[in-house]
T-cell receptor, first 114, second 111 residues
Framework: DGGITQSPKYLFRKEGQNVTLSCEQNLNHDAMYWYRQDPGQGLRLIYYSQIVNDFQKGDIAEGYSVSREKKESFPLTVTSAQKNPTAFYLC?????????????FGSGTRLTVV | QKEVEQDPGPLSVPEGAIVSLNCTYSNSAFQYFMWYRQYSRKGPELLMYTYSSGNKEDGRFTAQVDKSSKYISLFIRDSQPSDSATYLCAMSPELNNDMRFGAGTRLTVKP
């Protein structure tokens, strides 16, 4: 079955440490996205990528970085510059040239600062 | 003012009740409207999709869009305990582009 795999499911980060969240999809989707979800707030877009080797900042990109070297993979690095990184992170993808509407989401990574 | 407003609840109803979930929005450019269901500690899954104004029905679920009022609704008939989840509305001006999400309404259906 096609889908999006996020790993790890839970991640703990020490102060001043960079961590990388993995996102892999086998849906052959062109576009991929990273969202952050906090209680009481909607999903907020961190970064997105429409094609390989290209990505754009979303609404809250500060303190985060991404790469898109392969169509299937879109890892997110949470850097030490992100002052409040504790959140639930969701990766999504969409077939931008398809008539299928909506995003497919992974199961998320819960990041906690310790 | 947020671009998409959604009452976070929580909303608790007895099994078999009709549930009404709503969102309002401010951007008149939105054309595509979606509802996602998110179970605890999982990613959202697409439940319903509507283009422009009108109604769409899928089993026990009905989505309504009123663009003149900038108001969208999701109705769940004969609600079941398995419907207990957080429901997020989402909308975008173009297909799969620049999608904006509501905060989500947490629903509990009690047996």
């Amino acid at each position: 079955d096609g889908g999006i795999t996020q790993s790890p499911k839970y991640l703990f980060r020490k102060e001043g440490q960079n961590v990388t969240l993995s996102c892999e999809q086998n849906l052959n989707h062109d576009a991929m996205y990273w969202y952050r979800q906090d209680p009481g707030q909607g999903l907020r877009l961190i970064y997105y990528s429409q094609i390989v080797n290209d990505f754009q900042k979303g609404d809250i990109a500060e303190g985060y970085s991404v790469s898109r070297e392969k169509k299937e993979s879109f890892p997110l690095t949470v850097t030490s510059a992100q002052k409040n990184p504790t959140a639930f992170y969701l990766c999504a993808s969409s077939a931008s040239l398809s008539q299928r509407h909506g995003y497919t989401f992974g199961s998320g990574t819960r990041l906690t600062v310790v | 003012q947020k671009e998409v407003e959604q009452d976070p609840g929580p909303l608790s109803v007895p099994e078999g009740a009709i549930v009404s979930l709503n969102c309002t929005y401010s951007n008149s450019a939105f054309q595509y409207f979606m509802w996602y269901r998110q179970y605890s500690r999982k990613g959202p899954e697409l439940l319903m999709y509507t283009y422009s104004s009108g109604n769409k029905e899928d089993g026990r679920f009905t989505a309504q869009v009123d663009k003149s009022s900038k108001y969208i609704s999701l109705f769940i008939r004969d609600s079941q305990p398995s419907d207990s989840a957080t429901y997020l509305c989402a909308m975008s001006p173009e297909l799969n582009n620049d999608m904006r999400f509501g905060a989500g309404t947490r629903l509990t259906v009690k047996p």
